[in-house]
C-alpha cells in the first residue's frame, strides 16, 4: 500500500549523489552576463579594458519610475560609463564609478547627483 511506496521514495531519495553547493563568490564574467541580459538589448553596450586593470562598461538605461517624464529628459535612454576596478566583485576597494554620458541637456543637478546615488548604492 502507500506505507511501502514511502519506503521505495524514501530509498531512493538515499541513493542520490549530493548535490555540490553553488559557487558563493561571483566572478566579473557573472557579473558581465548580467549586465549584458539587463542592458544590451536597451541600446549600445559596450565593454573595454583599460589600463590600471580597469574595465570600462557603457550602457544606456531606460527608466521604468512612472514619474520620470522620459520623452522630454531622455526619449533614447541614459548613457552611463561605470568604470569597474579589476579586483570587482572579489573586493569593493577601489568601488566602481559611474559617469553620466548624456544624453545632452540633461540637468546639471540630475548628472551630478546620479553618480552619488551610485556610490551610496555601492559602498
Known amino acids: 500500500g502507500g506505507a511501502a511506496v514511502l519506503r521505495m521514495l524514501r530509498s531512493e ?3 542520490r549523489a ?3 553547493r553553488p559557487r558563493q563568490e561571483p566572478t566579473w564574467e557573472d557579473e ?6 539587463l542592458y ?3 541600446g549600445p553596450f559596450t565593454v573595454e579594458e583599460g589600463s590600471r586593470s580597469i574595465r570600462l562598461v557603457k550602457l ?3 527608466c521604468t519610475d512612472p514619474d520620470w517624464e522620459a520623452v522630454n529628459w531622455a526619449p533614447a535612454g541614459l548613457s552611463f560609463e561605470v568604470e569597474v576596478p579589476g579586483a570587482y566583485p572579489g573586493s569593493l576597494s577601489p568601488p ?3 559617469r ?3 544624453p545632452d ?3 546639471a543637478r540630475f548628472a551630478l547627483h546620479v553618480p552619488k546615488l551610485f556610490d551610496e548604492f555601492v559602498s
Open 13 to 15: 531519495l538515499r541513493v
Open 18 to 20: 549530493p548535490v555540490p
Open 32 to 37: 558581465l552576463w548580467r549586465l549584458e541580459r
Open 40 to 42: 544590451s538589448h536597451a
Open 60 to 62: 544606456t538605461h531606460h
Open 96 to 98: 566602481p564609478r559611474l
Open 100 to 102: 553620466v554620458l548624456g
Open 105 to 107: 541637456g540633461l540637468p
